[in-house]
């Protein structure tokens, strides 16, 4: 894990488009969070829950959630990423959110990422676009990978 990218102003974090992110450290992804996912959204996909017939699935295993690797960027982000004396952030969106490879139960993952675009709001607010990569230990694809929207008020 290295120390996030921090940024104290609009004009820091302008300055900053094509800075490497991360990596964050590394979450193991067990069956007790895909099943609270699943509870919590309704998604009860044998796939993710059942762990029996998931040996005789695609994935010989059952896997995470989509979505729940996704939500997990929002858990990395501090990692990766700081607007020191910030006054608000707030979550703005994401864009090209995709899928490239399943996270099988006990598999071990992490973010890194890229601030691609910085657009200052007014006079004392930024809008960053940050690319962020879910990798998988040992894989050879991304779990998951999307451009996240911040704004920043300072």
């Not at 990766?80 to 608000?88: D, Y």
């Amino acid at each position: 894990m290295t120390a996030p990218f921090v940024f104290s102003s609009p004009a820091e974090a302008v300055a900053a488009v094509g800075t490497k992110l991360g990596p964050s450290g590394w979450l193991a992804v067990k069956q007790d969070r895909i099943d609270l996912f699943a509870k919590a959204t309704g998604d009860h996909q044998w796939i993710h829950v059942d762990p029996e017939r998931a040996k005789q699935g695609p994935f010989g295993t059952t896997i995470a959630h989509g979505y729940l690797t996704f939500s997990l960027i929002n858990m990395f982000l501090p990692e990766l990423i700081e607007a020191r004396g910030m006054k608000m952030g707030v979550n703005y969106g994401a864009e090209k959110l995709r899928f490239p490879a399943p996270v099988p139960v006990g598999s071990r993952v992490r973010a890194v990422g890229e601030l691609v675009r910085a657009e200052p709001i007014g006079e004392d607010a930024v809008q960053t676009t940050c690319r962020v990569a879910i990798e998988i230990e040992g894989g050879t694809k991304p779990a998951c990978v999307a451009d996240i929207i911040g704004r920043y008020y300072f």
